[in-house]
Nanobody, 119 residues
């Protein structure tokens, strides 16, 4: 059974920071492109490929950092300088074919974790 379990969401004031985590089980984690989306499909925030290269949506470039720990089957999203428009449910996603912010290659996703940013 494939599971992607997100954590780390919450409420924060604008300018603050949060770190999201996603623990994955049931797949060969290292063979998947991993990412974070605000809407499935269609609104990708950040992607990290199997060998490390990353891609960000323009709206978060320079503020968010995605990383992965293949030994722990975990992907992270460090979010700094948060803005009110970052308020969303954030979904952890896995793709084993196409890796794109448009989400057309998604294989699995989690239940999401809510982030609320107040101004």
């Amino acid at each position: 059974q494939v599971q992607l379990v997100e954590s780390g969401g919450g409420s924060v004031q604008a300018g603050g920071s949060l770190t999201l985590s996603c623990v994955v089980s049931g797949i060969r984690f290292g063979t998947y492109c991993m990412g974070w989306f605000r809407q499935i499909p269609g609104e990708g925030v950040a992607l990290i490929r199997q060998d490390g290269p990353t891609t960000y949506a323009e709206s978060v470039e320079g503020r968010f950092t995605i990383s992965r720990d293949n030994a722990k089957n975990t992907v992270y999203l460090q979010m700094n300088n948060l803005k009110s428009e970052d308020t969303h449910t954030y979904y952890c996603v896995a793709a084993n074919s196409r890796c794109s912010l448009g989400g057309d290659g998604l294989s699995y996703w989690g239940q999401g974790t809510q982030v609320n940013v107040s101004s």
